[in-house]
């Protein structure tokens, strides 16, 4: 699954949300900022897997250096996020 820069600054309310400058209605928030990589990674992986249940378009990640130039991520952490998808977990079979 490919990975997208998302972007973390701190919230007035406390703790810090993460947006995703390619999926602009797709916001994470976390209590740290150290938990803000597994939520953003966690709601990229949900947000993915609605667009392709709706046959939505999925963009091409935009470049770190096309981030920085934007004025609004001055002065605000970029990290780079892969999607978490769920996981199935299979029952055991019967043998008999």
Known sequence: M????AVVFDSPL???IVNFPDFPECVAFAPTS???HAAAARALG???N???ATSETI???SSHELLRLDPQNIGC????VEA???TTIASPSCTG
């Open 77 to 80: 952490e970029l990290i780079l």
């Open 46 to 48: 949900d947000f993915i």
């Open 59 to 61: 963009p091409q990640p």
């Open 34 to 36: 150290e938990l803000s």
């Open 14 to 16: 406390g703790g810090v």
């Open 84 to 86: 978490l998808t769920p």
């Open 2 to 5: 490919p990975r997208y820069f």
């Open 50 to 52: 609605h667009l392709r």
